[in-house]
T-cell receptor, first 109, second 117 residues
Framework: AQRVTQPEKLLSVFKGAPVELKCNYS??????LFWYVQYSRQRLQLLLR??SRESIKGFTADLNKGETSFHLKKPFAQEEDSAMYYC???????????FGGGTRLMVKP | KAGVTQTPRYLIKTRGQQVTLSCSPI?????VSWYQQTPGQGLQFLFE???????NKGNFPGRFSGRQFSNSRSEMNVSTLELGDSALYLC????????????????FGPGTRLTVL
């Protein structure tokens, strides 16, 4: 069974500080990993996916198959980054998206 | 393009009743997925429909069912409601079934908040 774990429910940092939201997964095949974000009173939306290897809003995430992790990082947090972040895993067949429990990021001024 | 729409936005039912939720995908999208979001269990996949066929189903009891119409609109039905069914039900659409290896993206609706009393 596939599983996604986000160990921190809440992460609070000051503006300008580096941010790392942790995501660990369990899956026997070759997964596709995603980060979704939900800003206050907005819809859940895709932030980035590992196969794109792109940086969105200054965020990056590297898939580490050895450590089965897909941590989300940003060197300098901004107040507008405050949101709920979900890590998600897609199985090989593209049939099921499994979400982690989410981490609420609070960026303080 | 208009985004994914879900109706109704809020719903209050009592135990034992049944409920039908509706989702209209983005125009041109043929895949619709449903998710249940609760504080305790987080976001859980319910099922996905593509071209009126259920492609996959999550680990939910048979009380949860759905269907998709020829215009890609989808409905989700929950029968014999239980208190634990209280949740935010999210619908997401994409142009292709599944997302593996593609650059397609799922777009989420605002959700229907169901409260079971």
């Amino acid at each position: 069974a596939q599983r996604v774990t986000q160990p921190e429910k809440l992460l609070s940092v000051f503006k300008g500080a580096p941010v790392e939201l942790k995501c660990n997964y369990s899956y026997s095949g070759s997964p596709e990993l995603f980060w979704y974000v939900q800003y206050s009173r907005q819809r859940l939306q895709l932030l980035l996916r590992h196969i794109s290897r792109e940086s969105i809003k200054g965020f990056t995430a590297d898939l580490n198959k050895g450590e089965t992790s897909f941590h989300l990082k940003k060197p300098f947090a901004q107040e507008e980054d405050s949101a709920m972040y979900y890590c998600a895993l897609l199985d090989n067949a593209g049939n099921m998206l499994t979400f982690g429990g989410g981490t609420r990021l609070m960026v303080k001024p | 393009k208009a985004g994914v729409t879900q109706t109704p936005r809020y719903l209050i039912k009592t135990r034992g009743q049944q409920v039908t939720l509706s989702c209209s995908p983005i125009s041109g999208h043929r895949s619709v997925s449903w998710y249940q979001q609760t504080p305790g269990q987080g976001l859980q996949f319910l099922f996905e429909y593509f071209s009126e066929t259920q492609r996959n189903k999550g680990n939910f009891p048979g009380r949860f069912s759905g269907r998709q119409f020829s215009n890609s609109r989808s409905e989700m039905n929950v029968s014999t409601l239980e208190l634990g069914d209280s949740a935010l039900y999210l619908c997401a659409s994409s142009s292709t079934p599944g997302l593996a290896g593609s650059t397609d993206t799922q777009y989420f609706g605002p959700g229907t908040r169901l409260t079971v009393l």
